[in-house]
């Protein structure tokens, strides 16, 4: 019973989101990753344009923060990011395949993520808070609470496009994003934690049960009322590394893990992406994600509160 609550409840995770740099104490900054790439999504109506190449030989490399803006898009509350010091992280697409008959078609394309550092969303603790009232009102420990999604290192990902034809139209139905191609771990975790009401008020400051979970794959689908499904491959301690037993408990969540509700621009947007691969459009931007804060940090470090 234990584990099942655990992992029913890992991924209330995006519906609500959002951590301030008061809580944990994080060093803030401006960075000028953005507008090395000429495209700060900050000052811009929209959000970053990435450049879609098809191939190992003719790719283009991408800020990280670009290719994986999908993160704020999808969040349905207040989104913050931060890049590690010297980060030089870059991500491209390198291969290309299309299956087209009278009635569907589907495109894998595999991209790369190289470089050192890492880049993560961290989502707000109140705004976590307010999407559980119904248990931060009687008193009870908020359990699994989204602190932060995190991409760290290189790695090798699929993107797999599915749709339907009737006609002339095209449509996409699905696009899943996976994180752990050609047997590589996945860059992708996800930080979590429970946190008791002390004297009748949650605070960031005194979380506990701290873990990581670490994510192999998303999925978006078509609907009226958007989800994403997860898979992952572990789930440890915060302050351990993989385990045997953590990749046993991430198996076991996968039986259990239902689709969390996104927000809906987000996921067009992600059925828009898989749209421009299916058209091999060279560029694709993303609209701007009304959840994300202005300012992108400085560091990776983390100052414990006194």
């Not at 590589?184 to 004297?199: E, F, H």
């Not at 590394?241 to 996921?267: H, Q, R």
Request: positive net charge; glycine residues 10%.
């Amino acid at each position: 019973m234990g584990m099942k609550l655990t992992v029913v409840s890992i991924f209330i995770l995006m519906a609500g989101v959002g951590i301030s740099s008061d809580p944990d104490g994080r060093i803030s900054g401006r960075s000028d990753k953005s507008a090395a790439g000429g495209n700060n999504p900050a000052k811009d109506s929209n959000g970053p344009t990435i450049i879609l190449s098809y191939s190992k030989e003719r790719f283009k490399k991408n800020p990280i923060d670009f290719f994986m803006y999908f993160v704020p898009l999808i969040a349905v509350s207040p989104v913050d990011r931060e890049t590690s010091v010297g980060n030089d992280q870059q991500t491209g697409i390198i291969s290309y395949e299309k299956t087209i008959d009278p009635k569907s078609f589907s495109v894998v394309c595999e991209f790369e993520i190289w470089g050192k550092g890492s880049y993560k969303n961290t989502f707000e603790p109140n705004g976590m808070i307010a999407t559980r009232p119904d248990l931060s009102k009687k008193g009870k420990t908020l359990t699994h609470m989204l602190d932060y999604i995190k991409f760290e290192g290189p790695g090798f990902g699929r993107i797999e496009v599915k749709g339907t034809i009737a006609g002339s139209t095209e449509t996409v139905t699905e696009v899943d994003l996976q994180f752990n191609a050609r047997g590589q771990r996945s860059p992708v975790t996800v930080g979590l934690y429970d946190v008791k009401p002390k004297d009748g008020q949650y605070k960031y400051e005194n979380r506990s049960n701290q873990i990581v979970a670490r994510v192999n794959e998303l999925v978006f689908k078509k609907s009226s009322s958007p989800r994403m499904g997860m898979k992952l491959a572990s789930i440890n301690t915060a302050e351990g590394s993989d385990s045997y037993w953590g990749n046993i408990k991430g198996m076991i969540a996968n039986l259990f893990i239902s689709p969390t509700e996104v927000d809906k621009l987000g996921n067009e947007t992600m059925l828009d992406f898989g749209y421009a691969l299916l058209k091999q459009k060279p560029t694709f931007t993303f609209p701007k994600a009304k959840n994300l804060k202005e300012s992108q940090r400085l560091s990776d470090t983390v100052i414990k509160p006194k």
